[in-house]
């Protein structure tokens, strides 16, 4: 039984990572096939449950990225993107995964204008393609895509009729962001007590909205969170590894067990691979998250860490820093110049705090440790001169 399924069996909330799909969907970002093995790896190893991992119809490359990940032979199940058509579908089938997304649109706007078909084309075309995929006993999860702009009514045929086909689960795409947490709970509160099936969020990030939207689900009864690394995907990108797992944990007390410690090597590896740099402020594994300037933070961080920390920064392969600046306060120096062996006295800190700033101001940024030992040792030279006139 792979982890996916004892999750199932263990009623657990889960990640459905889909950094390979919807995030290789940015615009601009390929990765290379050694690329997506090497993600698909380090996923499964940080404990994400499903990884969605490419479009199989591509044919081609993408088949056999796919396929070279299905023979990893993971712990975390791996799902393949199919539109609701049986050809897209078998050419899923050829690739081995376990299981298999099928997508198609349920908002009028999107049936009307991009399909040019009508609901009961959907709603057939959908039931079509999971039957055939369960005669070959795959788990199966119906992407209502543009579901956050359909009408209920129809959303809850769709689910009901996606049931009766077999279908285990309903992804539901917020595929334009439109959504804000309260909404959110309201529609998933109701699609979930109106059909009875397993919800996924799909959230995408045009409003800074992903996380949020997603933990909304939760809180209304979705049991899979769609995610992507660094918050990869079409436009804004989609809800964030790291940032819906810790929040799970620290804001709703809900343990996916996924292991985070490798979640900001994770971060800067998929930064490199699709060459979109990590900003310092991203949250969870952003460098700054655990680096301390202004007087009184540092203060207190050098004192107890929790009273400026949430967690512990070793949880996400961080390091706590107290960074020297124009902010800084006699204490960070005091502790700084401690790490460095040198004992300040209150008073030469307090010498020090002015000349540091002026420094920092200077070069309009934090100083690093030499450019601070420099500061010092021109302070001990004027003051030894000053003693010798
Ligand atoms: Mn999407």
């Known amino acids: 039984m792979n982890r996916f399924l004892q999750g199932l069996a ?22 290379s096939n050694k690329e997506k093995v090497r993600i698909a790896r ?11 991992v490419g479009i199989p119809a591509m044919g081609g490359e993408e088949k056999e990225a796919i396929k070279a990940i299905v023979d990893l032979g993971l712990d975390a199940s791996i799902m393949a993107w ?65 579901a956050s702009r359909s009408d209920m009514d129809f959303l809850v045929q769709f689910a009901n009729r996606a049931k009766e086909a077999g279908a285990d689960r309903l ?35 045009d409003f800074g909205m992903a996380t949020a939207n997603s933990l909304a689900g939760v809180k209304a009864g979705a049991t899979l969170v769609g995610v992507t690394v660094n918050g990869l995907g079409e436009r804004a990108g989609n809800a964030v590894l790291a940032e819906v ?3 799970l944990k620290y804001l709703f007390g809900i343990d996916v067990k996924v292991n985070p410690r490798d979640l900001r090597e994770l971060s800067e590896y998929v930064a490199l691979a699709s060459g979109r740099e990590l900003p310092v402020n991203i ?4 460098t700054n998250m655990f680096a301390h300037e202004s007087g009184i933070h540092a203060d207190g961080v050098i004192k107890n860490p929790a009273t400026y920390e949430v967690f512990q920064p070793e949880e996400v ?4 820093q107290i960074v020297i600046g124009k902010h800084s306060g006699s204490a960070a120096i005091l502790a700084k110049f401690k790490e460095y062996g040198i004992n300040l006295t209150q008073q030469e800190a307090a010498e020090l705090l002015p000349l540091v700033r002026s420094a920092a101001i200077d070069l309009k940024r934090t100083l690093f440790d030499k450019e601070l030992i420099y500061v010092y040792e021109d302070y001990k030279n004027k003051k030894n001169k000053s003693k010798g006139a």
């Open 283 to 286: 949250p969870i594994v952003g």
């Open 317 to 320: 392969g961080l390091q706590r």
């Open 42 to 52: 380090m996923l499964d190893a940080i404990g994400v449950h499903q990884l969605e």
């Open 245 to 247: 797992a810790m929040a």
């Open 10 to 31: 263990d009623k657990q909330v889960m990640l459905v990572d889909t950094t390979l799909r919807d995030g290789e969907q940015t615009a601009g970002v390929v990765f």
């Open 171 to 205: 992804r539901f795409c917020d595929t334009v962001g439109i959504l804000e947490p309260f909404k959110t709970f309201e529609l998933i509160k109701e699609l979930h007590e109106s059909t009875g099936m397993a919800i996924e969020m799909h959230t995408h990030n």
């Open 82 to 146: 199919n539109r609701a058509d049986i050809n897209d579908v078998k050419q899923s089938l050829d690739c081995g995964t376990d299981a298999l997304a099928i997508s198609i649109s349920t908002s009028d706007i999107h049936i009307k204008y991009k399909l040019q078909k009508t609901r009961d084309w959907v709603l057939d075309s959908m039931a079509k393609a999971v039957e055939f995929a369960k005669k070959h006993d795959k788990y199966v999860s119906v992407n209502a895509e543009d």
